[in-house]
């Protein structure tokens, strides 16, 4: 393909209503990113936030949306898109509210590129609009043929490609309007795509060849600028080169003036200078030979001395170096036996935390499943976790399913995995409590006092995908779901689409003055049997490739609707085949755990 996808008043009542949205939305967003997020990011951003609620409280929006944007800038500049696009979106209502055209302008662009690189088209698009109107306000029809080009790419992106051709003929309109060859040839690079996309191959080879042609020429124009500025230094060249022989030249003949003047100066005074010349050797002769002697006395001298202590300095740096060596040898040793002792004691753990995983065959009695899990180390920060709770009604049992992603991985992930397993059980059996959404609600209250959240810096916590599933007599199966910061994918038999039930967008434990306010929520939703769901933690989505690209949601989401009409064990290895070939020979960035299930 030609061209990437990818290129990016106010009364009293009502400043209070701002700087309480502002100081929620802030914490909220910092608190779910905060094991992400870098403790001097944070510090920055904490910083700004002061500035802009002490401006907004003054009323002066122009100041607070000023700090606003410089948090907005530092998440971008350091890849942290999605949060960087929360605070733009503040600068820009901000700059709506205040009129400022030129800076809704700006922010829109800015905001369109980041959607862009996120892959939600729809708000690039409306972003992108939103700055194009207000190019055109402006006359502006480079920054416009931009805006167009920009949308045209979103659409494609949504496999728009009719709509991005009406964009594209605009874009090329105006570029032959202001005779820009640069950005004719991005329009028509765009323009062959989609027309080849929808099946016109005649459109598609002609801006093919339109595209060919421009290039050649914007080339050939480029080198002519280069030949003409090569031309220009080397007759640049060739003039200091005369420049400097004529100086020369100039040069030689007052040289020959001076050396005639002193061959007569010299001839007057050579007797002179003779007779003088031969007492001064006789006593420099003298001299010499005096100084000679010294100086085969003083250099024996020194050479004794010198190998003197050239010997002494050179025993002792041999003693030096057989001792460091000792000392080497001994702590490698003890760094191997210790090294072997944790080692040891780490896959003892890992044996430890295997035994508290569930035991597949209790699944297998109310599902079809398979796991795919997979720890980045020994040992792992994600678990997986299933009960059986009696219900009210005595011919019912409700059985409960999680996917849990603890902060980080290895031996402290695994310490929170723990942490979580003995809660889940606590709650289920010792308070008898069965309702996700209480579930969750009861974990974010003992993560954040077992681990003194609110007095230390502890910013630990977990992710959990929570299930319940209440099977009927008439074969229907009631699911009710509670999810933090996870999502989880429903296809049904009919296999039309992957359905998304959205948890909540914050995590269970972390600090935070609102933390202890979180609630979560329940969704419920019918199942029949052949629908399948699927719980993960974000390993999968975050593994990146030999690119550096992501594997993200949309190619999970892809796979798991590709496989679905496979059997469980089949879905298994081919996911698992699917991951493999994608990251080729890139390590494992962390724990990967994925739940398939299936209705029987």
């Known amino acids: 393909m030609i061209v990437s996808r990818h290129r990016k008043s106010i009364d009293s009542f009502a400043v209070l209503i701002f700087l309480l949205w502002l100081s929620v939305g802030s914490v909220n967003m910092l608190c779910a990113q905060g094991r992400s997020i870098p403790q001097d990011i944070k510090a920055e951003i904490s910083q700004n936030d002061q500035q802009v609620a002490k401006y907004t409280g003054e ?26 696009a929360e605070y733009y979106e503040k600068v820009l209502e901000i700059n709506q509210q205040l009129d400022n055209k030129a800076a809704i302008q700006r922010v829109s662009n800015t905001l369109g590129g980041i959607y862009l690189d996120l892959e939600n088209y729809d708000k690039a698009i409306q972003h992108f609009q939103k700055a194009l109107l207000l190019s055109k306000q402006f006359r502006q029809q480079a920054e416009s043929v931009s805006c167009l080009t920009n949308i045209a790419l979103a659409q494609q992106g949504l496999n728009r490609h009719k709509e991005a051709i009406t964009t594209l003929e605009e874009a090329i309109s105006v570029s032959k309007d202001l005779n820009d060859l640069k950005l004719l ?70 040289l020959k003036l001076t050396s005639d003047s002193l061959v007569a100066v010299e001839q007057l005074t050579r007797e002179q200078r003779l007779e003088l010349d031969l007492r001064q050797s006789r006593i420099e002769k003298k001299e010499a030979e005096i100084k000679i002697e010294k100086m085969k006395r003083f250099q024996i001298t020194a050479l004794l001395l010198g190998t003197l202590l050239f010997s002494g300095v050179l025993i002792y740096l041999l003693y030096m170096n057989i001792r460091s060596k000792r000392k080497i040898n001994e702590q490698k040793n003890l760094l191997e036996v210790q090294h072997k002792n944790i080692t040891a004691s780490i ?39 299933f009960r059986e709770v009696q219900t009210r009604a005595p011919e019912e049992k409700s059985l409960l399913l999680a996917v849990v992603d603890c902060t980080g991985h290895g031996v402290p992930g695994a310490f929170m995995s723990m942490i979580g397993n003995r809660l889940l059980n606590e709650i289920v059996y010792e308070r008898k409590i069965d309702d996700p959404k209480e579930i969750l609600d009861i974990m974010n209250t003992e993560i954040r006092s077992a681990l003194r959240q609110e007095q230390t810096d502890n910013n630990d916590g977990m992710d959990i995908s929570l299930c319940r599933f209440i099977k009927k007599d008439d074969g229907e199966v009631h699911l009710t779901y509670a999810g933090a910061k996870r999502n989880m994918h429903i296809i049904k038999k009919e296999r039309k689409e992957v359905t998304k039930l959205k948890g909540d967008r914050v995590s269970i434990g972390g600090s935070g003055d609102n933390k202890e306010r979180v609630m979560f929520r329940n969704q419920e939703m019918q199942l029949s049997k052949g629908d399948h769901l699927y719980l993960s933690t974000d390993g999968i989505v975050d593994q990146n490739g030999p690119d550096r690209s992501r594997f993200g949601t949309n190619r999970l989401e892809e796979i798991l609707f590709k496989y679905s009409r496979f059997s469980m064990e089949e879905q298994d290895y081919s996911i698992r085949q699917e991951i493999e070939r994608f990251r080729q020979n890139e390590d494992q960035r962390d724990d990967i755990t994925l739940l398939g299930i299936k209705i029987i």
């Open 347 to 385: 896959r003892y753990a890992k044996t430890i935390q295997q035994a508290i995983l569930p035991d597949l065959s209790a699944i297998k009695k109310y599902f079809d499943v398979f796991i795919l899990y997979q720890p980045k180390d020994i040992v792992s920060g994600d678990f997986y976790w």
């Open 185 to 254: 040839r991005r329009c028509y690079g765009l323009a062959y795509d989609s027309y080849d996309k929808t099946g016109n191959s005649n459109k598609s080879r002609e801006y093919f060849e339109l595209y060919s042609t421009l290039d050649k020429e914007i080339k050939r124009q480029e080198m002519d600028r280069v030949k003409v500025t090569a031309e220009s230094e080397v007759n640049k060249a060739h003039a200091a080169k005369q420049m400097t022989e004529e100086e020369l030249k100039i040069n030689k003949e007052q």
């Open 59 to 84: 009323g002066n929006m122009t100041e607070a949306a000023g700090f606003l944007n410089r948090s907005a800038y530092l998440l971008q500049t350091r890849g942290f898109n999605n949060e960087a």
